[in-house]
């Protein structure tokens, strides 16, 4: 079936330093959908990759979608105690289908 | 800014108990999915929506588990009986899917726990 694996599960980083998750699949991949979940939180949308090759930057976040849409990956450059949480990569399957969730990579960020 | 909207925030219930979880979509979004969150098993997809029709429910225990959207502004999710391997948070998810498929708006989740 669909699954999407996120890599690593967990990383812990000084402030300041660069954190990059990725989420990988042995399929290609119809889209991703990129999102965050503070501790206690509810998932909040950040940004949805559709094209091959596609690069898209808020801030300090780069979000990237591989060249035959088999991964993805999202760098956070210069951490902040504020990036901490868990960020997830999800495949909205067939262009509005499922909505499929990685397993998703905690960042903990260490003043 | 518009929200989806979750009751009850938290519940705790007996084993064998009905429970009941509401959620009411963003207006005019077309789209709503029902998620279960764990440490184990993390974000797990349940039963999804379009236009109020299900469209996938392969992921909910069919025995036990039941949802439904009995119209535009309520979608409501239902075990009975429920067990302790139930406790989780619950997420409702709206989004509005035409030709184009847009992020998803998640509730703040119903937290279950089953004693």
């Known amino acids: 079936g669909q699954q999407v694996m996120q890599i690593p599960q967990y990383q812990h980083v000084q402030e300041g330093e660069d954190f990059t998750t990725y989420c990988n699949s042995s399929?290609?991949?119809?889209?991703i959908q990129w999102y965050k979940q503070r501790p206690g939180g509810h998932p909040v949308f950040l940004i949805q990759l559709v094209k091959s090759g596609e690069v898209k930057k808020q801030k300090r976040l780069t979000f990237q979608f591989g060249e035959a849409k088999k991964n993805s990956s999202l760098h956070i450059t210069a951490t902040q105690t504020t990036d901490v949480g868990t960020y997830f990569c999800a495949e909205s399957y067939n262009q509005g289908g499922k909505l499929i969730f990685g397993q998703g990579t905690e960042l903990s960020v260490k003043p | 800014d518009a929200r989806v909207t979750q009751t009850p925030r938290h519940k705790v219930t007996e084993m064998g108990q009905e429970v009941t979880m509401r959620c009411q979509p963003i207006?005019?979004?077309?789209?709503v999915f029902w998620y279960r969150q764990t440490m184990m098993q993390g974000l797990e997809l349940l039963a999804y929506f379009r236009n109020r029709a299900p469209l996938d429910d392969s992921g909910m225990p069919k025995d036990r588990f039941s949802a439904e959207m009995p119209d535009a502004t309520l979608a409501t999710l239902k075990i009975q009986p429920s067990e302790p391997r139930d406790s989780a948070v619950y997420f409702c998810?709206?989004?509005?899917?035409?030709?184009?498929?847009?992020?998803?708006?998640f509730g703040s989740g119903t937290r279950l726990t089953v004693v």
């Open positions: 998810a709206s989004g509005l899917n035409r030709q184009h498929v847009y992020g998803y708006t």
């Open positions: 399929t290609t991949l119809s889209n």
């Open positions: 207006l005019g979004h077309n789209t």
